[in-house]
């Protein structure tokens, strides 16, 4: 049976980041020493099932959004005056562009 060295904690590793319960790379001794050393990662049979990770909680907000609702009329009395937040860019008909420049490449 062969053994994988899996990360449990969050490891930083060669400009990549592993999370609890990730195969980590075994080319470095010293790094696999470290780690076992610090409880950072553990062997593990192939064979035995990982840890299934915990979802985090989902937001849910505590009160109304921010911003008065209506209209408010200005010292002037020319015109009226929206107050309050802005409303979502869909309601604005804002229109998504494209990137001007091309995506970064993973490599």
Partial sequence: ??????????????????????????????????WLEAGSAEWKDDAEEPTPKKQAPKARPAAAPAGATGIAQPATGAEEDLVGKVPAPKARGVVKERAKRAPKSKA
């Fill in 1 to 34: 049976m062969a053994k994988i060295l899996t990360a449990t904690t969050a490891i930083l590793y060669g400009n990549q980041q592993y999370g609890p319960g990730d195969a980590l790379p075994t080319a470095d001794p010293g790094y696999v020493a470290a």
